[in-house]
C-alpha cells in the first residue's frame, strides 16, 4: 500500500514553508512538505532579507504586511532567535510625481493601520544622518520595514509546522504526478534509496525558480524565468562601526536600488537596466545552494550613485557580491491559487519578493485550500490572470521590463510595450494606420485613442490630469454623446452554455435573474460567503441555450467559475468562444441611423428593444447584435465573426460618415462608464465585497429558490449592509482625480475606499466611484477624499450621475 497524506507541497523554501505552517495552524496537519534538497537551498538561502511592507498594491500591501507581523511574533520565540531588525525604512523622492505616489502609498499604509510618514530632507537627515540631501524633495518612512535572515524564518516556519503535527521530508525529489479518478493525486517522489508514490487530495506547488518544472511534469506550460539578480557587501564601514543604532533601510527608487546597514558595512542591492535573463534553455539539474560568479560592471551606475547619496560608502571595499536566481513572472507578481481546469492543483511560487510576501502567501494559499477563498482578493497575484499567449519568450520580455522598472513609479495609462501584441483583432493593422494607440487588457490589444492629426504632441506619464490625449479623448467622448463612436473591442471573454440542464445550472450558480428568451440581464455568480466572484452578460439565444460575455481579462477565472459548478449528467455543455468572434461597439444618438444602413433588420425599439438580442443580417452574413453597452447611449454591441470584421467596420464607417462617425479607444470608455457608474470587475468588483455592498440590489433576486450564497445574503439583507457603492463628484476640480484605494473621510473618521476615478468629459467633473458605511450613501452628503495626501471635499451623487432614467439606453 502507497504513502498517504492530504495535502502535499512542492519545495521547502519560504513559500513552502510558510504554506506547511499555515495549513498546520488552520488545523489541516496532514500535509507533507517534500523538498528535493535541503530546505532553503532555491532562492531563499541567499535572499537579502529585506521585509517591506510598501506596495503600491493594495492586496500586496496586505500580503506583506501579514508576513512582517508573523515573523516578529517567530521572532519573539527565545529558544529559536531569528535575526529581524524592525529598523524602518526610508524610500528617497526625487520628484513632486513620486512625492504624490509616495503621500498615496502613505494613505493606503494608514488604512490598513500602518504609520508611514512622509519626511522633509531635514526630517530624513534625523533619521539618516549620513545621507546627502541636496537634489531630494523628501522621503517615506516605513517604521515597519527590516531584515530578517531568510533561512532562519523558514527553518522556524518549518519547525512550527512539524510541532503541529505536520511532516517535512528533505533530499526527497519530486519527480512525477498523476491525477486519479477521483481528482486526487499520486505524486512520485524519488530519493538516494529510490522512487516513492505518495496517494494525496492536494498539491500545491512551491518550487520556486523550478515551479515551471513542476508544471512540466503533467505537460502544462508556466509563464515564469529565472533573472540574475545581484548585491554586495561593503567591507566594514569605521562611521558605521561608530554609530550605537542601526540606520534605517535606505531605498532611492529614482535610482534603483537599496541600501541596508549589515552588520558595520552595507549591502547595496540595485535593480540594473542590464536585466540578465537565465537559464533559457533549461534549469542545470544540480544547481542548488549555488550561486553564479559577480558581475559587478552591470551595477556600476547605481554603486556610484549610491557612494554619492551616502559618501561613506564610496571609500568602503567589497567584501562578497552574492548573485543569485530569482524567479519572475511577466508582472513580476507571484502565482497563487488554482490552476486553471485542474482540480486540486495550487500554485504559491514565482516570487520576485519571497522573503516579504512568502509569509503572507503562505497563509493565502493555505485559506484558498482550505475555505475555498483567501481572505481578501488576490486577483493581481491569481494564477489564472495569464492565459496561453504568455509563452516563454513574452514572460522573458516582460520579465526584463519589469525588472528593469522594478522601482518605476505606477503611474495609470501607462501601457509598456515589450511583449506586444500579443492578440490582436483583424482590424488591428487598420486602425494603427487610422491613428489608435493600443494598450493590451487580458493579451488583447485595444485602442486607447485616436490621434488622426497628430495633435498629441506630450506622452509624459503623471498622476495629475495632464495626459497629453486628453483633448483627443474628449472629442471621442462628445462623438459617443452627441453623435455615432465606433470602437473595436476584442477579448471579451464569451461562453456558450448549451443543454437540457442549462437553465438549472445556470440559476443555481447565479444570484440574478435569468432574462428570458432574446433578453440580456447583467448577473453575478457569488462565493458561497455571498461576496462577487464573476460578472457576466447573459444573452438567453435559446430556451436553452446562452451566450455568456465577461471581461477580457477572466476567461481562465470564468471558465472554472462555471466548469467546477457543471453538472456531471451531461446535461450542460459550455464552449469556450472568445476567439472565435470580436467586437464592434457602435454607441451614441446616431448609432441607429448608422446602423439601418448596414442590416435590413428592424432597429426600432419595440422589435429590437434595449436589453434584448437579435440576429441580424449584414452583407457579410448575419451578426450577433447585443443592445447594451458600457457608455450609457442608445448602441449595439456587435459580435462578429473574425472574417466579418474589417468588412463590416468599414460599411458602418462609410454609413457613418455623414453623421460624422468617430473612432474611439478604451480611455473614453472609462469616462463615459464612469458618468454611468458602470462597474469594473475586479477594479469594482471583487471577493471583499457583496452585491450589496456593491449597491447591485436590483441584481440579486432573493425570491428564487435557491443559488450560490443565497444563506449568506438574506443573512446579509437581515443584518443590513456594511457598506454601499456610490459615485461621488469632487467639489473643485483639482489637478488629479482620486487614484484607486483613495480614503473616504468624515472628519477625521475614514468611512470608505474609492476603486475608480477618472474625469468626465461629458459632465466636466472629477468623479470617483466608493465603497462608503452605509449611514453615508445618501446624496448630497459632503465627505472628503484623500487623493495624494490631500483631502478633497467631495460629494455624494445618486447613481447613475448621467441619464438617471436611461432614456438614452432606451431611446
Ligand atoms: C540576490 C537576491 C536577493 C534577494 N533579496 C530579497 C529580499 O531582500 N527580500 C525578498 O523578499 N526577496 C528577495 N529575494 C527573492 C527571494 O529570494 C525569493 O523570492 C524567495 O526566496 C523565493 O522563495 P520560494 O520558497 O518561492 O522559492 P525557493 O527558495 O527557490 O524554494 C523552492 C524550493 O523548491 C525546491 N524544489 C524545486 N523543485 C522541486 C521538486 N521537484 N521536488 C522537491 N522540491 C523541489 C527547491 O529545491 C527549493 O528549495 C532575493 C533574491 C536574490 C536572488
Redesign the pocket.
Known sequence: MGEKAKIVI???????CSTLYHLAKMGCTDALL????E??????W??????PTYSTSWSIMQVQKYSAALYRELAKDKDFPINYHVTGSVRLAHSEERMAEFRHVKSMARANNMEYDMLTPAQLVDKYPLIKTHDLLGALWDPLDGDID?SQVTQALARAARALGARVRRN????GLRQNKNFGWTVTSKTAEGETEIDCQIVIN?????AG??MALIGRHLPIMTMA???LITEEIDELAARTEPLPLLRDPDTSYYLRQERNGYIL?PYEWQATPMWLDGIPDQF?NMLWPEELERLEKQILDAGERVPVLGDAGIAKV??????YAPDGNPYLGPERSLRNFFHC?T????????GGAGKAIAEWVLNGRPEFDLWSIDRRRYKSYATTQYTVDKAVEVYQNEYAMGFPFEERPAGRPAYVSPLYEKLKKKGASYGARGGWERPTYFDPNNEVTDHSLSFFRRNGWRKVVAKEVHAARNGVAILDLPGFTKIEVKGAGAFAFLDKLLCTKIPKVGRISLVYALLPDGKVLSEFTVVRVAQDEFYLVGAASSEWHDLDVLEVALPNDGSVTLKNVTADYGSLIVVGPRSRDVLAQVTTSALDNESFPWLSMRMIDTKFGPVRALRVNYVGELGWELHASNEQMVALYDAIWKAGEKHAIADMGIYAVDSLRLDKCYRGWKGDLEIGFSPFDASLDRFVDLTKASFVGKDALVAEKAAGPRYRFVPMILDQDGDADAPFCSSVFSGDKRVGIVTSGGWSFTLDKSIALAYVRPEFEASGTKLEIEIFGERKPATVGQEPLFDPRNERLRA
Open positions: 512542492i519545495g521547502g523554501g519560504i513559500a513552502g517534500l523538498e528535493r534538497d530546505l532553503t537551498s532555491g532562492s531563499t541567499h535572499a537579502a532579507g529585506n521585509v531568510p526527497e525529489r519530486v519527480v512551491a518550487a520556486g525558480y523550478r518544472e513542476v539578480h545581484q548585491y542591492g542548488a552574492v548573485n543569485g536566481p530569482i524567479p511560487n516570487f520576485s519578493f519571497g522573503i516579504a510576501q512568502g
